[in-house]
């Protein structure tokens, strides 16, 4: 199974404020990778696939970078609503599994 | 608007059984394979199962394999997964997610989830 590690755990920033959110796979995922956030008391949406590809809907300001065991996904100015959790999916092995999340929360 | 709906959640006592069902709405039921992710109290994300749209082809989590079954009815567009011998750590929130149309194996539409909890 293909561990994901998230971090930092917790990322305090300020509305505004450019954040960097980091996923490292314990082996090569290729760029079959996914990012979702989650809000708190809602389920989680659908940010990033394969890497960099934005999902439907969603804004300019998410951009995800990144192949093999290394991935980034950059919030170019926070708003209040993007104040959540952070999760990163990896498709390439089986089972799919998810990194354990950054919380990013208002300084 | 894609919709999942899911019910069925309750306290149960550990060995005992739960159906969940998802009901969707807004898209193609049968164009697409569809899971269940759960999250443990406080806890991240863990796929559970999945079925693909004609209901032919399922795979589980090896913690739920041989306890789980994930099932579909196409005529009322609806995803089921049927608990048993349910445990402690079985205690989630469980998501139904539709899987993404290039890769069944990407997440991107998901319910509002529906609370299992397994306690005596």
């Known amino acids: 199974e293909i561990v994901l590690t998230q971090s930092p755990a917790t990322l305090s920033l300020s509305p505004g404020d450019r954040a960097t959110l980091s996923c490292r796979a314990s082996?090569?995922?290729?760029?079959?990778l996914a990012w979702y956030q989650q809000r708190s008391g809602q389920a989680p949406r659908l940010l990033i696939y394969?890497?960099?590809n934005r999902a439907t809907g969603i804004p300019a300001r998410f951009s995800g970078s990144g192949s093999g065991t290394d991935f980034t996904l950059t919030i170019s100015s926070l708003e209040p609503d993007d104040f959540a959790l952070y999760f990163c999916?990896?498709?390439?092995?089986?089972?799919?599994?998810f990194g354990g999340g950054t919380q990013v929360e208002v300084e | 608007e894609v919709q999942l709906m899911e019910s069925g959640g309750d306290l149960v006592q550990p060995g005992g059984s739960l159906r969940l069902s998802c009901e969707a709405s807004?898209?193609?039921?049968?164009?697409?394979?569809m899971h269940w992710v759960r999250q443990g109290p406080g806890k991240g994300l863990v796929w559970v199962s999945r079925?693909?749209?004609?209901?032919?082809?399922?795979s589980h989590a090896d913690s739920v394999k041989g306890r789980f079954t994930i099932s579909r009815d196409n005529a009322k567009n609806t995803l089921y997964l049927q608990m048993n011998s349910l445990r402690a750590e079985d205690t989630a929130i469980y998501y139904c997610?539709?899987?993404?149309?290039?890769?069944?194996?990407?997440?991107?539409?998901w319910g509002q989830g529906t609370l299992v909890t397994v306690s005596s």
């Open positions: 999916q990896q498709r390439r092995g089986w089972p799919p599994t």
């Open positions: 807004g898209f193609t039921f049968t164009d697409y394979w």
């Open positions: 394969d890497a960099s």
């Open positions: 082996q090569s995922v290729s760029t079959y």
């Open positions: 079925l693909n749209g004609e209901g032919s082809t399922t």
């Open positions: 997610v539709r899987g993404h149309y290039a890769s069944g194996t990407y997440f991107d539409s």
